[in-house]
């Protein structure tokens, strides 16, 4: 069921303008620019996926979207919107992979778009534009607008994105969408009142087909490590999951991933980990890792920790050491153990065909100066197959 409330707009309002006070500070051509070469961007909800070919696909704030065809050799540059920083239309986090379609949300505190792609190479709204979402301000005059959307995650044909109070998901790949929203909480029993941001949502894997979103803790009272979202019906409704063990003994969280059996959850000095075994029910740990600092990846199976110095564990309890040239960010590996590294802090893309002993620099770019604010760097990064 979905409902709607006065305040709850007031606040969504108040939330997308904020980050964007300054925002009479830019030159109107700038801002015009950036409304413009939104609009150019083709209509979707046609994709026909046939996933054929490896790709791997990096994305950073402007909408900057990088591929390679060749097991990361050599790389391109598919899409290019505006530049753009940690807030604005143009802003860009995540990338998400399924079944042969690649989609990049881009925009928070702004109106929002999910950008997609078969082949790599030509990007569309997700959406054909017939859609308008439920909750989504800007939509009334642009169906094109999306839910306000920090992460995306993809399984089994489906894309799930969340971000503040709502979630939306496709299992059609853009043809219609569902969604959620997060404040048919506010009536719960608990003790505490869900006051969360920076909601990033997590595919377990085939096995459960579960999603879990993960979202900071803004509670005065009874603050807690974080709020845990569960969908069990590929992101169509959400339950609000109470793990005791991380209420009780992780002190914030620095990230979340899964290798398809387990799903790990690394506190916020990235000291100590967490492990489920049950896509998220319940809880073990705190596990050392013996780093601190460190990024959360999922490499050929295993859990990287990018930090000094870099660990890994096969199952999150116990872990070792990594080769020290293991660079910092974030990992990703094709199936033939390619490794490509990126970060939110570098301007390049690093690649390893050794198992994480050597790394050479395989591209290079420069970053947007004017009217940007943020980390420029690549900030997520994905493998999957793409049409030839």
Known sequence: MRTTSVSFHLLAIFLAIAPLANAADLPPEFV???????????????FKP????PVFVAVGHGGRILLSRDDGKTWSQGFWGYPGSDHGMWACKSVAYSEGVFVVPVGWGAITSYLASEDGVNWRHLTDGSTTLAGVKEAKEDPTAMPMTYGMAGGKGTFVATGYMSTAATSDFGKTFSTFFLREFKDDPRTRKLVTHHVDPLYCGDTTGRFLALGNDR????PVFGNLFASDDLGKTWTWLEPKTLNEKCQGYSGMDSNGSLVVLI??????AFVSADAGNTWHGPFPTGTTRAQLSVVNGEFWLTGVPPRASSDGKSWRDLPD?????????SPGGTLISIDRQRFN???????????DQVYTFEPETKHVHGAQGLRDIAFGFVRE
Do not use: C, F
């Not at 509670?219 to 009874?222: L, R, V």
């Not at 040239?325 to 590996?333: D, Y």
């Not at 893309?349 to 790394?359: A, Q």
């Open 325 to 333: 040239k293991v660079p910092a960010g974030r990992i990703v590996a």
């Open 349 to 359: 893309i690093l690649r390893s065909g050794d198992g994480g002993k050597s790394w």
């Open 219 to 222: 509670s005065k009272e009874n």
């Open 32 to 46: 015009a620019g950036a409304e413009k070469r939104r609009s150019e961007i083709p209509l979707g909800g046609d």
């Open 50 to 53: 046939d996933p054929k070919v």
């Open 267 to 272: 506190d916020k000095t990235a000291e100590n």
